[in-house]
């Protein structure tokens, strides 16, 4: 351990923290640091590399290069114990509580011999008393943890770290699982726990949490730090704009043609998942020859949207409707029939197989075709794939080369091809360039707009403000499951679409 | 530590890795004779012979890989979907049952009675392991418990009925059922050696079970399933129809075991038909990473070691459940070694 001359109010210092994950830059350079009593909201994008970040302050991962220092101390990489020793706490997203223990057996834990439990345990038991009491955290320490409301657990992890005197506490997106109550009731405790000098860091991209729970906000995108502000000197819609990026304009693209809708949501609603809203009475058109580029924050419906339109969903109220009829049944099977083309947001888990092969991988929606008496004709499904690799420009070893040896460029063109070969008429891409480089960017973009002009209707949803302005002929905004009005190119500037991403708007609208 | 992909492993780690497992396995036996206090090379040399030193013991060991190959294909057929059919004992049993039964009073003779009965032994099983499948795909029912537990509930089952109406009234009072017809009995594959046509029918099947995996449509929807089910659902493969197809393969498979033991080897049904065929199956299939022609090697060898320790252990007094061992340590290594041929251990 080293000591440097950090100034005392400095509790947490991460200086020059890159970290890669093969191709991918996670984390860029970030350097972040984190007074004492002082709440700091990380704010980012799914994939900007919050967890990351905190991965590796926490030490679960290894940085590439930069330091981690708590109270002026570097932190050796890649040890969580040393992490707890010097007095990090997190709070991970999914709880890492026993069920069938004691909130005071969860709490402790691990932080002593287990021959000497016992002996303690009376005091103990009056220290979590304490504890809770001075940060209002209210659970009795008897109970047992599986009885316990999802926001007792919470407050159980919080007493945790307390316990073993975090000064640090990393909250990962703590109100995903709470309740509008339970999130009031959290703030509180936060303020109370920085007024007794407690730090903390909370991740989260929702933004009017931040605006309440945080002193400072710090911004990533692609792993980069874009922006670092007092909350008191901005706000939500300056946040969106700074989380999806809208400094940089895309070369315009000439507008479409539209022609007649070939798919309507009329009225739709959709279940909530979890803490993924579904769809609340959305109506949409997708017209041909038109891109409708669908705006908004990571995590409001927009999962649910594409769900939908894929075929793994049905509504629970509402219509689908085709070419001015509704579908008998719904399934990826009839969607695929009806002639939607599916781009997937999560191309390793949802797009391909990683096993298969390219030619496997190619074939995937179009193999019942591909059967005579049972056999799979082999043959033309490799001539076929063969094809798509030079149409495509996939670089690959070759046809019969496991997809997961690709770049996810290379991969994402062979689902381009695969989507595109089948000649669809309505196309979903789910953010088609998500993590791609700069060419793969533009090919993919290139082929969507062919594809438009070839009358084709393609709803793009993305969470580039960047990439939906500059494509989409309407661009329309969802926010908590609810879809704004459709804006012609070129009406609406980043700052409006930001005040509609951050559910202004909807009120009167709706 | 930690683990690292290795992209393209090269000829040397796919066949140097699982040859380094079979080092590895004779190593652990020799060491497992002498602690029973014998040479360790003599015993590993008597196990040899024993499998394969005579006619005789050829035979035997070809007699023993026939269940062995069936439930093996069974047990890989189901793994490839990732659906885990621990329950290839109940299905062998539920083949067993119904072949002991039809075959003994048999209404159709001849090789068109044996090709019914086969049908419908099969059919039991494919039948004993559709409950668990359906359990699964429409309430999320972990099929490892009930394909495990299943296994006792058709074991008590033959039990009460061998004790009960099945009970052969010329038995002298053993729990065995009535003889199968001579006229429905498998017919030896060569004539004047110890081998029935249950063997034959166990290449066959892993020949067919191929030609399913690698050519046909319902291996590649199998295999999506089993690689990646949620790409799976989104392209289209119909997932839960596709578990319940590879479930009445699977059923299937393992149920013949039972018909070629009763109807071939042993003629009638008791209640120690199985000395666990179904749960080494599980072995075979693993040792044979699934594959229907490393199915076919990897039952030989089981079986092998089984029929050559038992001789063994009549020679030179070291107790057979050496054989148990190396098994289990032939398991082991060969898992092993087949992760490491994928993945490459970095120390830091």
Redesign the interface.
């Given at each position: 351990m080293t000591r440097t001359g950090t100034a005392p109010d400095i509790v947490l210092r991460l200086d020059g923290i890159t970290k890669r994950f093969g191709a991918l830059t996670a984390n860029d350079a970030v350097s972040l640091s984190l007074a004492r009593g002082e709440v700091v909201a990380l704010l980012g994008e799914n994939g900007a590399g919050k967890t990351t970040l905190m991965n590796i302050l926490f030490g679960h991962y290894t940085a590439d290069a930069g330091t981690v220092e708590v109270m002026g101390q570097v932190l050796p990489p890649g040890t969580p114990r040393a992490a707890i020793a010097a007095g990090v706490g997190m709070v991970h997203q999914h709880f890492t509580l026993a069920d069938n223990l004691s909130v005071l057996d969860n709490i402790l834990l691990g932080t002593r011999p287990l021959w000497s439990f016992r002996l303690n345990r009376a005091a103990a038991r009056a220290r979590v008393r304490a504890l809770a009491q001075d940060f209002g955290l209210k659970v009795a320490p008897e109970a047992r943890t599986g009885a316990l409301s999802v926001g007792e657990r919470q407050r159980v992890e919080i007493l945790k770290a307390l316990y073993r005197e975090a000064q640090v506490l990393i909250l990962d997106e703590p109100t995903a699982v709470l309740t509008p109550q339970e999130s009031e009731a959290l703030f509180a405790t936060l303020r109370r726990a920085t007024a007794r000098g407690l730090s903390v860091i909370f991740i989260s991209h929702k933004l009017h949490e931040v605006m309440a729970a945080a002193d400072r906000v710090v911004v990533l995108r692609h792993g980069k730090v874009v922006g670092e502000v007092a909350t008191a000197d901005t706000s939500p819609p300056a946040l969106a704009a700074m989380m999806v990026g809208a400094e940089v304009a895309l070369p315009r693209v000439a507008a479409g043609v539209p022609g007649p809708v070939l798919l309507r949501l009329d009225d739709v609603t959709t279940p909530d998942e979890g803490a993924r809203p579904g769809l609340k009475q959305v109506s949409l058109n997708l017209r041909a020859g038109q891109i409708t580029g669908l705006a908004g924050v990571s995590g409001n419906g927009q999962a649910a949207l594409a769900d939908l339109l894929s075929g793994l969903i049905v509504p629970t109220s509402g219509r689908l409707i085709l070419s001015d009829a509704a579908p008998a049944e719904w399934s990826p099977r009839a969607a695929l029939a009806a002639g939607i083309g599916r781009i997937p947001e999560d191309r390793h888990k949802t797009g391909t197989i990683a096993d298969f092969t390219l030619t496997e991988n190619a074939i995937l929606e179009t193999y019942p075709q591909l059967t005579r008496a049972g056999l799979l004709d082999h043959r033309t499904a490799r001539r076929f794939t063969e094809e798509l690799i030079a149409d495509y420009d996939v670089r690959c070893p070759g046809p019969e080369a496991r997809i997961r040896l690709l770049s996810g460029g290379n991969m994402q063109k062979l689902i381009l091809g695969r989507v595109l070969e089948a000649r669809p008429k309505i196309i979903l891409a789910n953010q088609p360039v998500r993590g791609l480089d700069i060419g793969a960017v533009a090919y993919v973009h290139s082929r969507l707009i062919a594809a438009r002009d070839a009358g084709a209707a393609v709803l793009l949803i993305s969470e580039d403000l960047d990439e939906i302005m500059g494509l989409s002929d309407v661009v329309q905004v969802i926010s908590e499951g609810r879809l704004s009005p459709g804006f012609a190119r070129g009406t609406m500037g980043a700052a409006e679409l930001g005040q509609w991403m951050a559910g202004a708007g909807f009120d009167h609208a709706a | 530590m930690r683990l690292e992909p290795v992209?393209?492993p090269g000829l040397l780690r796919r066949l140097g890795l699982p040859a380094a497992a079979l080092v590895a396995t004779v190593v652990t036996g020799s060491l497992l004779a002498l602690s029973a206090g014998a040479d360790p090379l003599a015993t590993l040399g008597l196990i040899v012979t024993g499998a394969v030193g005579s006619k005789f013991a050829a035979l035997e060991t070809l007699n023993r890989a026939t269940p062995l190959i069936f439930t093996g294909l069974a047990v890989a057929v189901a793994f490839r979907a990732k659906l885990w059919n621990i329950g290839a004992e109940a299905q062998l049993y539920a083949g067993a049952l119904v072949t002991a039964v039809l075959g003994a009073h048999p209404i159709v003779t001849g090789v068109p009675g044996m090709a019914l009965i086969g049908l419908a032994a099969a059919l039991a099983g494919a039948l004993v392991l559709l409950g668990p499948v359906l359990l699964k795909t429409r309430l999320g029912v972990d099929e490892v418990v009930t394909t495990l537990l299943l296994n006792f509930v058709l074991l008590l089952v033959v039990s009460m009925l061998l004790e009960g109406v099945l009970k052969d009234p010329m038995g002298m009072g053993w729990p065995k059922s009535a003889p199968v017809a001579k006229s429905v009995r498998l017919p030896r594959l060569i004539e004047g050696l110890r081998l029935h046509w249950g063997f034959g029918l166990a290449l066959i099947a892993a020949g067919l079970v191929w030609l399913m995996q690698a050519?046909?449509?319902?291996g590649?929807?199998i295999?999506?399933v089993g690689?990646?089910r949620?790409?799976?659902?989104?392209?289209?493969?119909?997932v839960g129809a596709v578990l319940v197809k590879t479930a009445l393969i699977s059923g299937g498979l393992a149920a013949l075991a039972g018909f070629s033991e009763v109807a071939g080897l042993k003629g009638t049904l008791t209640l120690d038909l199985s000395p666990g065929f179904g749960y080494t199956g599980v072995i075979v299939a693993m040792l044979a990473a699934l594959h229907p022609g490393g199915v076919v090697v990897a039952a030989l060898f089981v079986a092998g070691v089984f029929v050559g320790s038992d001789a063994m252990s009549r020679a030179a007094g070291v107790p057979s459940y050496i054989a148990d061992l190396l098994l289990a340590s032939a398991l082991l290594y060969m898992v092993l070694a087949m992760q490491l041929v994928r993945y490459r251990v970095v120390w830091?």
């Open positions: - | 992209a393209n050519r046909m449509r319902l590649y929807e295999r999506a690689l990646n949620a790409a799976a659902r989104f392209a289209g493969v119909p830091r």
